[in-house]
């Protein structure tokens, strides 16, 4: 059991790191965050399948909720950085509970996914080699004790297995839902955000309300791009422009109100505003002599 909920796995790793697996495990990590995600569900949205990217989208968003209630609601602490070896760029959040770990939980939600929307076996297999990674990343840095990677790996397993289906039904019906609906899931995310003061459920509230009424909500006009060079060149522009947005609102008290509005403007900008200017900037281009 020492395994599993003690620092026996930490000593064991530091009998074998060194500079180059610090590096290496620092990057991988950094494939967990939900910055690495939001860019890349964003880049499928825009020059791959709409449709697709907006069920990977919900998907991390419930995982999101999922896994902030199950720390809230566990509430283990992460290991202590005096000893165990700590080696993650970011400040130690030691406020931030352990079980489960996000990282583990996201990494079968997005990479499962992907690997079932790609269905070519070379990926899958590239996909459960990067689960299992990220996973060990976090072991690496001890920022999670062995048995918070096996929570968040069962917790996106049953992600996968029972909230992935009712997602895909509700987009074969084009994600409709009924005015009242919309008010409700609006209400309930600014009331979550406000009695819970929490950080991380504003930001995954403010995500989906943002990616709702950008991607599903506001009038659409999906941009298809007639060239690879346009499609890579389009991707690039918009991750810097929503990188460009995040490094500005960094600069912005870190409230749950703010940062609820922040995501919020952040994914109304990325998949509806920034696709509807390409189509117009596109539109000008082929009427250009």
């Not at 569900?41 to 902030?68: E, P, Q």
């Not at 309930?188 to 950008?214: E, P």
């Not at 918009?238 to 994914?267: C, N």
Request: glycine share 6%.
């Amino acid at each position: 059991m020492d395994f599993l909920t003690g620092y026996v796995v930490f000593h064991w790793v530091a009998t074998w790191a060194n500079p180059v697996c610090d590096i290496f495990f620092r990057a991988v990590t950094d494939l967990g965050y939900h910055t690495f995600y939001y860019l890349a569900i964003a880049s499928l949205f825009w020059v791959v399948d709409r449709r697709c990217a907006c069920i990977l989208f919900l998907l991390v968003i419930a995982s999101g909720y999922v896994n902030t209630f199950a720390k809230l609601w566990v509430h283990t602490p992460r290991p202590d950085p005096l000893l165990a070896r700590v080696l993650d760029l970011r400040p130690y959040q030691s406020g931030s509970n352990a079980f489960p770990s996000g990282h583990a939980q996201n990494a079968v939600v997005f990479w499962g996914y992907l690997a079932l929307w790609v269905g070519r076996r070379w990926f899958s297999v590239l996909a459960g080699v990067l689960m299992v990674l990220i996973s060990l990343s976090r072991l690496y840095l001890a920022v999670h004790f062995p048995i918070d990677i096996l929570g968040g790996l069962v917790l996106g397993a049953l992600m996968m297995l029972f909230v992935r289906p009712p997602i895909e039904r509700w987009a074969a019906r084009d994600f409709r839902l009924r005015p009242a609906a919309m008010i409700v899931i609006v209400i309930a995310s600014l009331a979550l955000t406000f009695i819970s003061a929490d950080q991380t459920l504003a930001l995954i509230s403010g995500s989906l309300i943002g990616f709702l009424l950008g991607a599903v909500w506001l009038p659409q006009a999906p941009v298809v791009f007639s060239s690879v060079p346009r499609s890579v060149a389009s991707t690039i522009i918009g991750v810097l422009l929503l990188l460009g947005l995040s490094i500005t609102f960094d600069t912005l008290p870190h409230l749950p109100l703010i940062l609820y509005v922040q995501v919020l403007v952040m994914w109304v900008i990325a998949v509806w505003l920034y696709p509807r200017t390409l189509l117009r900037l596109l539109a000008r281009a082929s009427d250009t002599p």
